[in-house]
């Protein structure tokens, strides 16, 4: 999860290739760092396009249409997530601008955004194992 540029790192980690696994003796190497799933708030435009969108994870993306920084850049990484068939969901606030807050503006769905993230999680299966059985619209990949 990454806010502003927080949200260009989530992207140029979800996004783009793994980095080749270490030759250091360390059992953790196995491990792999990707993610199962990005969100992505406000996200500035570095990191994009994305290099490796094909094998990016589930993501919700959320921005103010009125972000002079962010909200065609985040337009334009959803629409990269859509046509690679990647498991994505956008939220644009109209009236909203850059860093919007929960306690600097009266608009009920920016105030509530936090809640459209929960029934993403949900409906992708991230919240526990009744949500996991039903994990998902068909025909994108997960």
């Not at 806010?3 to 190497?29: I, K």
């Not at 959320?62 to 690679?84: N, W």
């Not at 993230?117 to 009744?130: F, I, K, P, V």
Request: glycine fraction near 10%; aromatic fraction near 8%; include cysteine.
């Amino acid at each position: 999860m990454g806010f502003s540029a927080g949200g260009e790192l989530v992207t140029m980690v979800a996004d783009d290739p793994e980095p080749a696994a270490s030759r250091a003796a360390d059992p953790q190497r196995d491990v792999s760092a990707w993610p199962d799933f990005q969100v992505l708030v406000f996200p500035g435009p570095g990191g994009q396009p994305a290099t490796a969108i094909n094998d990016a994870p589930p993501a919700f993306l959320v921005a103010g249409s009125l972000d002079p920084c962010c909200a065609a850049p985040t337009v334009a990484l959803y629409e990269q997530l859509r046509k690679a068939g990647i498991a994505a969901e956008l939220h644009m606030y109209a009236g909203a601008a850059h860093a919007f807050n929960l306690d600097e503006t009266e608009l009920f769905g920016v105030l509530h955004w936090p809640d459209r993230l929960a029934d993403w999680m949900a409906d992708s299966g991230l919240m526990d194992e009744r949500s996991r059985r039903s994990a998902g619209p068909a025909g994108e990949k997960r």
